[in-house]
Nanobody, 121 residues
Framework: DVLLVESGGGSVQSGGSLRLSCAAS????????MAWFRQAPGKKREGVAA???????IYADSVKGRFTIYQDNAKNTLYLQMNSLKPEDTAMYYC???????????????WGKGTLVTISS
């Protein structure tokens, strides 16, 4: 079975950094695009960043220049380095595996359970 397990969430002050990880198993990692989504309380889930097997990336405008998505194919692990964090980055962050390099829910076939990120001002 496909399993995506996120880790690395926590509480930091505005301006701080966090690195999220997503350990993938149960499928051929390079067969899927990987992405990070987030959902803030009371808001719709939104795409944050995505990456293809060759390292090509896309980002939401709100995180460009602050977040970096990357992966270790040998370890089947996806990462999200988040710098210059803002209170509006507070959300549950989800790892996803999908069929296209778009920050859209419909592209994603598999989802993790999420890791919570809280940024205080």
């Amino acid at each position: 079975d496909v399993l995506l397990v996120e880790s690395g969430g926590g509480s930091v002050q505005s301006g701080g950094s966090l690195r999220l990880s997503c350990a993938a198993s149960g499928y051929t990692y390079s067969d899927y695009y990987m992405a990070w989504f987030r959902q803030a309380p009371g808001k719709k889930r939104e795409g944050v960043a995505a990456i293809d097997s060759d390292g090509g990336t896309i980002y939401a405008d709100s995180v460009k220049g602050r977040f970096t998505i990357y992966q270790d194919n040998a370890k089947n692990t996806l990462y999200l380095q988040m710098n210059s964090l803002k209170p509006e980055d507070t959300a549950m962050y989800y790892c996803a595996a999908g069929r296209c390099l778009l920050l859209e829910d419909y592209c994603m076939d598999y989802w993790g359970k999420g890791t919570l990120v809280t940024i205080s001002s």
